[in-house]
């Protein structure tokens, strides 16, 4: 299996992003996809996941409101929808096989976002 992260830039305070996370390769084995992010000199964070049975989303306190995760099965894409964003949204975004980083197999190799205010 392979996790392809894309979609990450700089935007201003207020702006909007869409983050991509592709799958590929022996892709019913992944029940799940989680989105976490990690900010230079803090830990990695969880921000939202997706489950692929029956849609359930979970998201980080951080982002509630303004972030939306959301997938697409024929393109084995998960997405997430980034609104309202902050400085403090600033980090390296990473999609991961499972909603609990821990237990994830495979990752995604990161894509950047950067927020300026």
């Known amino acids: 299996v392979q996790l392809q992260a894309s979609g990450g830039g700089l935007v201003q305070a207020g702006g909007s992003l869409r983050l991509s996370c592709a799958a590929s390769?022996?892709?019913?084995?992944?029940?799940?996809i989680g989105w976490y992010r990690q900010a230079p000199g803090k830990e990695r964070e969880e921000v939202s996941c997706i489950t692929h049975s029956n849609y359930r989303t979970i998201y980080g306190d951080s982002v509630k409101g303004r972030f939306t995760i959301s997938r697409d099965g024929a393109k084995n894409t998960v997405y997430l929808m980034m609104n309202s964003l902050k400085p403090e949204d600033t980090a390296v975004y990473f999609c991961?096989?499972?909603?609990?980083?821990?237990?994830?197999?495979?990752w995604g190799q990161g894509t950047q976002v950067t927020v300026s205010s």
């Open positions: 991961a096989s499972d909603c609990f980083a821990g237990s994830a197999d495979y």
């Open positions: 390769g022996s892709t019913f084995s992944i029940n799940e």
